[in-house]
């Protein structure tokens, strides 16, 4: 077994897939999961997907002695993905302070615990969003960080300066931080895939809860943008795709391949694709109609981004392979198996 990996929010969508994909490397992994939007039977799919059941302890971010305690106990903690955050960006606007104090001090609990305990780098998962609406398409790291248009885009802009103001203190730890675009798609065991609470935000599970019967109608918010349909463009990228990136970026900080401290990829596909374009593409890989209407915009979202992934291609040596078909295949045939396990 290679190095012992901490996983926070590893429960969650894009957690359990980047466990999975640690644990086909061979990494050993400890998840830590307040379960506020995950549920510990997801630990019980992981072990059959891989094989391998992951160490998973109950615990939020924020409780200081309940982290400290559990790297006392896991001394041989290398390195830390760190997911755990509220990610809503319509909740994120209600409740401002819930999003600061979790996604901010759950994140500063870890920089001040790792140098402590000898964890070596964090992979942070970080947005997209962080860059608002780019003057220039596709977008690349270099492009400036914008005002962004909620609190949950503000705590990704403030986190990553956290934790670059960390290192340049002189810090012993270094950091990758994984800009990733809209992650969609479930694991081809259709026994990983994104299970929101309630009314999804996202546009896939709304879609494929759509397509089942569980909602009548998908909105499709504004056709009045200015892009090619009226609708808009994001970057579409398959969540397995988006897991492998996390373990070569793990193990771009174990193997002392980083060429600065902190790192900034983008995790998308390059490929821009919009509302209207994504509907139709499910309809035809699926073969299920769906039902949708255009409704006014929604407040927040942006009109067009999508990655240039150049950077982390060349660098990483990872890039997005996936299929928009076989994506949106993983994507009902998940909706298909919930609804067979009595899960709406
Ligand atoms: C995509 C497009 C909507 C729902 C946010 C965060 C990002 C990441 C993913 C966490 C938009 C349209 C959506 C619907 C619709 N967060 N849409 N009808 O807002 O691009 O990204 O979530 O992991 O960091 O910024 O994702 O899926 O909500 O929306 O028309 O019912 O689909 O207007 O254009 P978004 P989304």
Redesign the pocket.
Known sequence: MKEKILVTGGTGYIGSHTVVELQNSGYEVVIIDNLSNSNADVVDNIEKVSGVRPIFEKLDCLDMEGLENLFRKHTDIKAIIHFAAS?A?GESVEKPLLYYRNNLVSLINLLELMPKYGVKGMVFSS???VYGQPDELPVTENAPVKKAESP??NTKQINEEIIRDTVASGAPIQAILLR?F??IGAHPSTLLGELPNGVP????P?LTQTAIGIREK?????DDYDTPDGS?I?DFINVVDLAKAHVIAIERILWDKQKEPVEVFNIGTGKGLS?LELIHAFESATGVKLNYQIVGR?AG?IEKVWADPEYANNELGWKAGSTLEDTLKSAWNWQLKLCERGIQ
């Open positions: 990610k960006v947005s997209c969003t949950y885009g990733y809209n992650p935000q996202n546009l896939i709304y998908l909105s499709v918010f504004g808009c994001r509302v929604r979202d």
